[in-house]
């Protein structure tokens, strides 16, 4: 039986999602028996043990180093000073490394697989062309742009696209150019050019037919804006914090908004009226509230598709796996509120293209819903010709590489 290693980093949900849906290709085109380790840390390996109960013994837990949480999303400084001295319960990063790289060398050489699979995760490219297994690393990005702030970041910018280039092939989870979305976080460098391959994004291309939902009924025929809460907690937190700020703007007290928290609470759930009243979703419908917003712990994959097709708009982070298929699958534009360089360079892309406005201050946001809204036909003219070049298939292009490089080993 083959064995296939999947090594996920744990920062943020987008590498998450991926892996879940090739997951789900590797199964149409492996046609080989095969089983599937999978390993990450933190909110992605209890995902995974929610998501496999019956296969808790595949799924391992490897502490990969990751930023320390700051207010906003990842804070550089505590970062920078995690590198030798214990912050926020995070051993030093040189004793986080060695212990990572040694639990992840038991496993290699236990399990002895066939083929792995990393997204996010580099020490696993070099332990695997140590062992002479063929690596495929998904990414979206390589040497990331940096603003002149972050310019001291440049030597571990440096390092981090050396390990990458360490795996056999490098899978881009965009389209190929010019419609390349992560194109200013990629920045090739020429001795890797022959291992890339743009296998398209990662976007869900499942059917969600099914009876409309009470929230469904509430929106509909409304113009709203969808306000995306996304990432680990102090990604999410920092976002939400920043949507406060800007719902307290004059501009913004007509304009109604559903804010999906990403967070499976359904304490969460409520509806604020114009009349500054809390309801029930349900209450809201049946008492025909005009609401203003809708809160959301939790939407499922029906509600989320629903609501996507019907806002005139998405906010978000910056987040590549979301920004796909919104302005991709969607064609929705988008207002970005990054919170890290990485979401910066993805939505200064697509304000390039006219298919979003990006977003650092809070009057900025008001005056971004503001120009899509004057501007609408314009920017859906940018959005159809970026959704003709939209290549969603990501997941099934690698599962098709996957399968391959198998073959090829043989």
Known sequence: MLKIGEFIYPWGSGHYSRMMRLNEALRIHIREEFEVHLSSKDHVYEKLLKKFPDQREKIHEILMPTPVDGKFGPS????????????????????????????????????????????????????????????????????????????????????????????????????????????????????VEKKIIYVGHFADNKKTDGEKTDLERLVNDCEFGYWMRTGNKSTNDGTGQRYEQVFAQDAMRDEKRIVSHARDDPSIDSVLGRDGKKYSITDALEKNIDWIQIDVGFLSEHEKAAVLDMCRYAVVNGSHTVMGEIMGAKKKPIVGIPIYDEHTNNIRWAEEKNLG???????????????????????????????RNFVPNGAENSAKIAAQTLEEKR
Do not use: W
């Open 357 to 387: 406005v990006l977003a650092v201050k809070t009057d900025q946001v008001t005056r971004a819903i503001t120009k899509i809204k004057a501007e609408y036909d314009t920017f859906q003219d940018s959005l159809n010709e970026f959704a």
């Open 76 to 191: 550089v400084s505590r970062s920078l000073m995690n590198l030798l001295l214990p912050v926020s319960k995070n051993p030093p990063l040189v004793r986080q490394i060695a212990n990572y790289l040694r639990e992840e060398r038991r496993l290699y050489d236990r399990e002895k697989f066939d083929i792995v699979i990393n997204d996010g995760d580099m020490g696993s490219n070099v332990l695997a062309r140590n062992r002479n297994i063929p690596s495929l690393f998904v990414t979206n990005q390589f040497r990331p742009r940096l603003y002149s702030s972050r310019v001291y970041l440049y030597p571990s910018l440096i390092f981090v696209a050396k390990q990458i280039a360490k795996a056999t092939k490098i899978l881009v989870a965009d389209s190929p150019p010019p419609y390349t979305m992560c194109e200013y976080n990629l920045n090739f460098t020429k001795d």
